[in-house]
């Protein structure tokens, strides 16, 4: 079993700007990647950024140039850095995590989700 644990979710304005941390923890052999996804009302979830474990990483168009993700290996945690926040920005931030548990499986592990508001 795997568990995310999340935080920095809020609300914030036009312009500003947001750090969201993901933790995971549990039977851990190894992460191949860990990630960001959002879910806005009405829409589908959708990636944002994504980051390997040799640090390969990738983008939504959206954010590129606006949002930085970031890992701590040793620490088996994930952030992601949001600047210039805008209010499309607004959904349900998830993070997300495959690997290898302990017992030698891949897994696939989404955390909560927390709110991430952009408004005025």
């Known amino acids: 079993q795997v568990q995310l644990v999340e935080s920095g979710g809020g609300l914030v304005q036009p312009g500003g700007s947001l750090r969201l941390s993901c933790a995971a923890s549990?039977?851990?052999?190894?992460?191949?990647?860990m990630g960001w996804y959002r879910q806005a009302p009405g829409k589908t979830r959708e990636l944002v950024a994504a980051i390997t474990s040799g640090s390969n990483t990738n983008y939504a168009d959206s954010v590129k140039g606006r949002f930085t993700i970031s890992r701590a290996n040793a620490k088996n945690t994930v952030h992601l850095l949001m600047n210039s926040l805008k209010p499309e920005d607004t959904a349900v931030y998830y993070c997300?995590?495959?690997?290898?548990?302990?017992?030698?499986?891949?897994?696939?592990?989404w955390g909560q989700g927390t709110q991430v508001t952009v408004s005025s």
């Open positions: 549990g039977s851990i052999f190894s992460i191949n990647r």
């Open positions: 997300n995590s495959r690997g290898t548990t302990g017992g030698g499986n891949p897994y696939e592990y």
